[in-house]
């Protein structure tokens, strides 16, 4: 039988990677897991009634597009966040998690050529992996354009050659930045804005960590192109109750667009998509309305900045997050840092060239270990010190 070849040069995913590194060796210590984004703040007591009160719901078939409920949220909570109103029956769209629609997105927006050639998607590098795989689906090039400390973390796209650019129809941006928390600024969404027009490509932005910060809320990329007066279907919004809410399980996510986007992806979805349960659409209608909860979560990650300073304090190459609850840590090798820090401290953390393309050498991951925040405070200041000890004394 003959497999399609597609997907046959894929790397395994980060996270068998790192069991294939570590688990056939023995923890050197008790286990503290800082790896996964996975946030273990406590999400609202309130949503477990929401979701009961709502059960009958799991008899039927939930609505594809998201119920005029959850739309209503979703429009409200953009209107509050960015300064843009949106109709919440042709500019958004309920998605099940942000990974489904940045995958569908590219699915059913990105166009077969590109000035007659095989299209480019541009992707940040480190990056989430599903924009590698969307890109390879729709048959497109992915181009990876490094984020580091030279360029603040964020890709320069307007450095690319021209060729490429006149090739490029999506550019995937994700800011607040994972892993690095680097945090794309007014003036840097309205350069990367005025780069597409130019070149006449859509922009996918990621927003997934934009609740999460130190001081100021992260500029918004729907906030700047209304202030540009861009065509609003140039840009497409992603963004979740993942890590706003650390309700990762609920798989709530919304893409927000033009008309003619939605509609699009909406199509598509209806063909292949897979809804959220009706009850869970109820509880996310009322957790995106809800913004108390999310002041008291990003209080908790802003205590966890501080230790991770004070820990850090003096280390060469520590850059303090601007947002997220990722530590983008330089050392000299990720794997062999991973794999030391596993059998002498038992610590878990995730090495950046798993999350980053390049050979040996160039690859802009390689010198970095990723390390989540999301442990409870007292475990997450005692797996740091006890990182910092293992690697930097």
């Known amino acids: 039988m003959k497999f399609p070849e597609r997907f046959s040069?894929?790397?395994?995913?980060?996270?068998?990677?790192?069991?294939?590194?570590?688990?056939?060796?023995?923890?050197?210590?008790?286990?503290?897991?800082?790896?996964?984004?996975?946030?273990?703040?406590?999400?609202?007591?309130?949503?477990?009634?929401?979701?009961?009160?709502?059960?009958a719901g799991f008899q039927g078939y939930p609505q594809n597009e998201g119920t005029p409920e959850l739309r209503g949220a979703i429009t409200d909570w953009i209107a509050r966040r960015y300064g843009v109103t949106m109709d919440p029956e042709i500019n958004v769209m309920a998605l099940n998690g942000t990974r489904e629609g940045l995958y569908n997105a590219a699915m059913a927006l990105c166009p077969e050529q590109k000035n007659g050639q095989k299209p480019v998607i541009l992707c940040p590098n480190p990056f989430y992996q599903v924009y590698m795989v969307a890109s390879i689906s729709v048959g497109a090039e992915p181009v990876f354009v490094p984020a580091t400390a030279a360029t603040g973390h964020l890709?320069?796209?307007?450095?690319?050659?021209?060729?490429?650019?006149?090739?490029?129809?999506?550019?995937?941006?994700?800011?607040?930045?994972?892993?690095?928390?680097?945090?794309?600024?007014?003036?840097?969404?309205?350069?990367?804005?005025?780069?597409?027009?130019k070149y006449d490509f859509r922009i996918f932005a990621d927003e997934c960590y934009s609740?999460?910060?130190?001081?100021?809320?992260?500029?918004?990329?729907?906030?700047?192109?209304?202030?540009?007066g861009a065509d609003p279907e140039r840009i497409t919004l992603f963004n979740s109750l993942s890590k706003r809410s650390n309700l990762a399980g609920l798989r709530s996510g919304l893409i927000a667009g033009g008309p003619e986007t939605i509609k699009r992806v909406k199509l598509l979805r209806s063909y292949a998509g897979a809804p959220l349960p009706a009850p869970l659409q109820a509880a996310a209608a009322k957790v995106w309305v809800d913004e108390v909860h999310v002041a008291e979560n990003r209080a908790l990650y802003q205590e966890k900045y501080t230790i991770a300073d004070e820990v850090f304090a003096g280390v060469q190459g520590y850059m303090p997050p601007e947002a997220g609850f990722f530590l983008w840590l330089p050392v000299e090798d990720g794997e062999e840092t991973a794999l030391k820090l596993w059998q002498e401290t038992g610590v878990r953390v995730l090495p950046g060239a798993y999350l980053s393309q390049g050979d040996p050498g160039q690859n802009p991951g390689e010198q970095f270990i990723r390390v989540a925040m999301v442990a409870p405070k007292t475990e997450m200041k005692r797996g740091l010190i006890t990182l910092r000890d293992c690697i930097y004394s």
């Open 9 to 55: 040069n894929l790397p395994a995913y980060a996270f068998p990677r790192l069991r294939a590194l570590l688990d056939h060796h023995q923890p050197g210590g008790d286990v503290i897991h800082m790896t996964i984004g996975e946030p273990k703040h406590d999400f609202p007591a309130w949503v477990t009634d929401v979701i009961m009160e709502n059960a």
């Open 155 to 197: 890709p320069d796209y307007a450095g690319l050659p021209e060729d490429v650019l006149n090739r490029t129809a999506v550019a995937y941006i994700c800011s607040p930045a994972n892993p690095q928390g680097a945090v794309a600024s007014r003036d840097y969404w309205a350069e990367l804005i005025q780069l597409a027009e």
């Open 211 to 228: 609740e999460i910060y130190r001081d100021e809320a992260p500029a918004g990329v729907l906030t700047v192109a209304q202030e540009l």
